[in-house]
């Protein structure tokens, strides 16, 4: 009896270690501009550096926490918005992909096919960034709006 119930822990462990794998293979990873590993997120929302550590959560709620849990913002799917943690709009996309401010100001692009984050800076293009495969609303709460600094 003790062998079976230590083949049978033996085999929750491998199942477990082979989800791990699955939900980490699942994740976005975040480049910079010059394309370096700069974090991820993952399926879940959870927003991970560079050293794996965890600095925030996209909730399926909606909101934008910090990594321990406070509330700094929220992201509307319907509406294609962020607002902040007092409720007001501090940006928002366009369907094509373009990210502005809240007093609509262009402030960049996000490429859904190729995952290429730009930041429009004095009318000139420069790439920030690299994300694809998660919410746009996401990537844009982290490479514009700071949420997860």
Known sequence: MKTLKK??????IIVGIGVASLTDAAAQSLRDGNYNYIGKILPNGTVRNERYVAIGFFNGDG??????GKMQGRVSTSELAIYDDDGKRIGFLTTDGRVFDGESVQLGTIDRNSGKVTELDDGEEKTIGYAHGVSMLWIAAYYFFDFFD
Do not use: G, K, M, P
């Open 7 to 12: 083949i049978f822990t033996l085999v929750l």
């Open 63 to 68: 909101t934008i926490a910090d990594r321990h």
